[in-house]
């Protein structure tokens, strides 16, 4: 008769886990819902917006919501609406709200008024993408895109106001003017190669509808028609539309490309040793007479991938993350496109719930870049943003 009662206890445990793991979504809403609101007005700049949902800064977005940064006293960022570039409308209709629009006297008090720049992503946006009746896979005439000078003016402004800035990937790639890159790469001391790159899963044309056509269509003219891929592998493209490939097991030891992380970029920003990266990235140098790298890129290639990048005059190693930190101004070039996730804001309203981050994602999809947002852009983007903040809470030193 005694068994019954020694169940009980188990019993009642087994009902409180059950009614904590039913109400754990409600205390981490309620303790999102409790934090602290800080104003932290940042002037961010996408100008490659296809939809409403504003993809292309929606990590951002997540990073400012779940941190409870405003961009006034009480409202939160909205990534469909704050920011400067390109608006989507209804029926191939767009509206330009970039920096283009600004006289000097207005970017000047826009950086008096922004206490940071986030230059998110700058290829633009081009008529075969935008107007739905063309092929997306096919190049065409720009829209909209490329750094401008009012965009470059303004970020040397924010530099002279010792404020916060965050480039990325692209922001002085092609579509740039050559005469505006070199503005920036002096002001910040970034050189890029003139080469972008991706990891493709499959190198197949007749399996990868992703491959873009004009990617196909170089590479063929440049080698006598020949394209004998079929595997995994890193495709490069110049501004001079040269196209070199990768492919695993040819050229690569390891398929996709790695980011390896200092010291600084482990005990600092909380990031791994190292994590894959599957997506579009620049092959830059940084000056070390203005930033520090806080991660590497590196091309896992093998005798004769070393042989083919080296004849292209592309590095298998270079920097992923260049930082300038100093009392004079905060800079950070992120040379991938990390800030566009296909995520939504969702998992934002839930305190605490990068510590639930493994059930975001499928570890074992090549493709699924939700990982890295988790392991990586997250926390780093975090404690720049809180670094930052509470420097600006500091009394101004007479």
């Not at 005059?313 to 920097?319: C, E, K, Y």
């Not at 100093?326 to 990390?338: K, Q, S």
Request: aromatic content about 16%.
């Amino acid at each position: 008769m005694a068994a019954p009662f020694l169940m009980q206890p188990k019993k009642i445990f087994i009902r409180l886990l059950l009614l904590v793991v039913i109400l754990l979504p409600l205390w981490m809403w309620l303790a999102w819902r409790l934090t602290h609101r800080r104003k932290l007005v940042i002037a961010i700049i996408d100008k490659t917006v296809l939809t409403t949902g504003g993809q292309e800064h929606i990590s951002l977005s997540w990073v400012l919501n779940q941190e409870r940064f405003t961009r006034d006293s009480t409202e939160l960022y909205q990534p469909e609406r704050d920011y400067f570039g390109f608006f989507p409308l209804h029926n191939d209709k767009f509206r330009l709200k970039g920096l283009e629009r600004f006289g000097e006297g207005q970017l000047r008090r826009l950086s008096d008024d922004a206490d940071a720049a986030y230059l998110t992503d700058a290829y633009g946006v081009y008529s075969n993408e935008w107007y739905q009746h063309k092929n997306e896979r096919e190049r065409s005439g720009t829209i909209y895109g490329g750094m401008s000078a009012q965009d470059l003016y303004f970020l040397q402004q924010m530099k002279a106001r010792r404020k916060l800035i965050i480039t990325e990937f692209n922001c002085i790639g092609s579509p740039t003017p050559d005469g505006i890159r070199r503005g920036f790469e002096e002001s910040f001391g970034i050189r890029w190669s003139g080469w972008v790159g991706r990891y493709f899963e499959s190198l197949d044309t007749g399996r990868n509808k992703d491959l873009p056509g004009w990617l196909v269509n170089n590479y063929r003219l440049q080698h006598n028609g020949r394209w004998p891929f079929s595997r995994s592998g890193i495709v490069f493209v110049h501004a001079d539309d040269r196209i070199v490939i990768a492919e695993d097991g040819t050229h690569l030891d390891k398929e996709f490309p790695h980011i390896s992380f200092t010291e600084e970029g482990r005990r600092h920003y909380g990031l791994p040793a190292g994590t894959r990266y599957n997506y579009w990235f620049d092959v830059i140098t940084a000056d070390t007479a203005y930033n520090h790298i806080i991660a590497t890129f590196t091309i896992d290639a093998n005798m004769k991938g070393q042989r083919e990048l080296a004849a292209n005059g592309i590095s298998t190693s270079f920097p992923a993350i260049a930082a300038h930190t100093g009392a004079d101004y905060r800079f950070f070039y992120f040379a991938g496109d990390f800030c566009d996730n296909s995520m939504g804001l969702a998992t934002s309203y839930f305190k605490g719930v990068g510590y639930l981050n493994w059930l975001m994602y499928n570890r074992h999809d090549p493709q699924e870049r939700a990982s890295f947002f988790w392991k990586v852009y997250r926390p780093l983007v975090t404690r720049i943003l809180n670094d930052y903040y509470a420097i600006r809470q500091q009394p101004a030193v007479p």
